[in-house]
């Protein structure tokens, strides 16, 4: 994470990553993630958060109910 904040392909905010930066790096450069290496776990919230995997089946989860 460190060398892509430092090329320039994820910034900061508030002590994080901006969230725009990330899913920009998601839609723009992929290849830069290492899919491959990743836990299923983290390989599902990455396509729930816009990784193109289509071999992944993914639905996000229903939030309905969740604040009655």
């Known amino acids: 994470m460190q060398r892509l904040l430092r090329e320039g392909l994820l ?20 290849d830069r993630i290492p899919y491959g290496k990743l836990p299923p776990a983290k390989r599902e919230w990455l ?14 989860p229903r939030v309905r109910g969740l604040l009655e």
């Open 47 to 60: 396509v729930l958060n816009g990784y193109p995997d289509q071999g992944l089946a993914v639905r996000a």
């Open 11 to 30: 910034r900061r905010f508030k002590g994080g990553i901006a969230e725009s930066s990330f899913e920009a790096l998601l839609r723009e450069h992929p």
